[in-house]
């Protein structure tokens, strides 16, 4: 395989020419090879970092529901850790593993609130939504460790030309680019990881970012934890559905470079109220507002 | 971009521009500094005035100048650790909309006197770049092996570093001179395709025009299977 130096990509489309002209027809090992070319690193090296991003992701949920977490705000008092009781309880409206997988999206995001070790997935503000999801399916379904962290690479990848033709910020293109980006990534890696084909994986994450469209960033007090801790979960089961849909066989009417570039074009429409500044939306609630009173001389 | 910073940066939360790329801000700023540090203080603007209490900003600057990693479990203890180490840290808010949104200066103290001030702005997913220091533009992210020394501006110091560099076989792939003309004192900031030996530094460092001389190895990755 005869590679150039750089690889740059410029969307889905483009990725599937490019595999087309380097003779890729593994999605996954297509995006290990454009790191290893843009980053000068070996797929040896990059296989075993990637590795070591899952292995800190399984340690952020261990270590986020093994108490209910607190933030300094005390705006969280314990959510992920009463979702793992209410699982365990045997009450879940469905499958527990489904009551798990929530308790999981919620223990990063807290985790991540409380100032603990997590890894941006896109963001930090969405970091609970991929390692949620993929572990729990993943156990689900006995997949291996290393085809876990393979799916990752196509996660990554979608993050990528996200950040390519749009963006990955709340403060630029609102909560869609962040949750949304989140939850398209992971629909796109559930679907590699249960063999889906690209066709699929293109449909799951299109479905996913075109579901959360629109979705502003208002986050009460500045925090990054109202509303976007449950948001995370928003983003988790939205990417579990859309991946399950694409697997059936739905295959989406927008492509996902169509899909980004509408997320793009909505982003820029949307007042800087409502991109990470705290000035509109949910943030200037009067019980917002008397939350942010409560925590005002909070330095911490 | 790379796919990293997608699937990363491994941090401690809550913001990877306002935490992560803080501390980042912070072990920059260490390294230029590097001498021991026993009081700073910390100016924050804009967005990392307002914000930055929430997002554990202060904590981050603190412990990336203490030498924290981005990823160090120990930044939300950092201001007690500083207490017990017995370095000061002194924060101050302030509005500036000329300042990129993200921005803060450290002035460092040595006997009651300022003895540097470096600036730096985060510009999200956990980058940062330092853009002043001592009142001189400078413009780095820690990417490169840097050099940066101050020196008498006088003729023919920039063919010296060169013509050291070169005789270790070091290529320059960028360089960069200011100069303070009421203080007849020059700024270079060089970054380099390789380290800078410690023979070279000293040799720097004898050159009696010469203030002072800092090389800053390239931001290396590692593994650490241990955390």
Redesign the interface.
């Known amino acids: 395989m005869n590679l150039p130096k750089r690889i740059r990509i410029k969307g889905w489309n483009d990725t599937l020419n490019q595999m087309n002209n380097f003779g890729f027809e593994d999605v996954f090992r297509f ?1 290990l090879n ?2 290893a070319k ?2 000068e690193n070996s797929c040896d090296y990059l296989l ?3 590795h ?2 899952w292995k ?1 992701m399984k340690n952020a949920i261990t270590k986020g529901l093994e108490k209910p977490n607190i933030t300094t ?1 005390k705006f969280i008092q314990g959510g992920a850790f009463h979702m793992k009781q209410f699982a365990l309880s045997g009450h879940s409206l469905l499958d527990s593993s489904y009551s798990i997988m929530i308790s999981r999206i919620l223990a990063v995001a807290e ?15 969405s ?1 609970g939504i ?1 390692p949620g999801v993929l572990l729990s399916v993943a156990e689900k379904h006995k997949i291996s460790e290393k085809n876990l962290v393979e799916s ?2 196509v ?3 979608i ?2 030309i996200i ?2 033709r749009a963006s ?2 709340g ?1 630029t293109h609102g909560c869609q680019a962040e949750v949304g980006s989140a939850s398209a ?1 992971a629909a796109g890696a559930l679907v590699y990881m249960m063999e889906g084909n690209l066709e699929m994986i293109e449909s799951a994450a299109a479905f996913a970012l075109k579901n959360i469209l629109g979705l502003v960033c208002d986050p009460i ?5 109202i509303p976007c801790i449950k948001r995370n979960v928003l983003g988790g089961c939205n990417a579990l559905a859309s991946a399950e849909m694409a697997l059936a066989g739905i295959a989406t009417n927008i492509p996902l470079d169509e899909v980004i570039d509408a997320m793009a074009s909505i982003g820029n429409l949307i007042p800087c109220s409502l991109k990470e500044t ?1 000035q509109g939306g949910l943030a200037i609630t009067p019980s917002a507002l008397v939350l942010q009173n409560q ?1 005002k001389d ?3 | 971009m790379s796919l990293f910073d997608v699937i990363g940066p491994i941090m401690i939360g809550p913001s990877s521009s306002h935490t992560a790329g803080a501390a980042k801000i912070g072990l920059l700023a260490r390294r230029i500094y590097h001498r021991s540090i026993s009081k700073v203080s910390i100016i924050l603007y804009n967005s990392f005035a307002d914000t930055g209490p929430g997002h554990g900003t202060m904590h981050a600057l603190a412990g990336g100048l203490l030498g924290l990693a981005m990823d160090d479990e120990k930044i939300p203890l950092s201001l007690e650790i500083a207490k017990n180490l017995g370095v000061e840290f002194v924060f101050h808010f302030r509005e500036d909309p000329e300042k990129h949104p993200n921005y803060v200066t450290l002035e460092f103290w040595e006997e009651n006197e300022i003895s540097q001030t470096i600036s730096g702005i985060s510009i999200g997913g956990g980058h940062a770049r330092i853009i002043e220091i001592d009142g001189n533009k400078v413009e780095f992210s820690g990417r490169h092996d840097m050099l940066i020394m101050t020196y008498k501006d006088i003729c023919g110091m920039v063919a010296l570093v060169g013509e050291l560099l070169a005789r270790h076989q070091i290529n320059i792939a960028y360089m960069q001179i200011s100069r303070d003309a009421n203080q007849e004192k020059a700024l270079a900031v060089l970054k380099l395709d390789a380290s800078v030996p410690d023979n070279v530094i000293e040799t720097l460092r004898k050159n009696e025009a010469v203030f002072s001389v800092v090389a800053i190895p390239r931001w290396k990755e590692t593994l650490d299977e241990s955390s």
């Open positions: 995006f454009y790191e843009n980053s075993k970092k990637m070591f991003h800190t705000s985790l991540n609130a409380c100032m603990g070790k997590i890894v941006a997935a896109p963001t930090a503000g970091c991929i990752l690479f996660a990554g990848g993050g990528e950040s390519i990955l910020s403060s990534m007090a500045g925090r990054v934890e705290s925590i909070l330095k911490g």
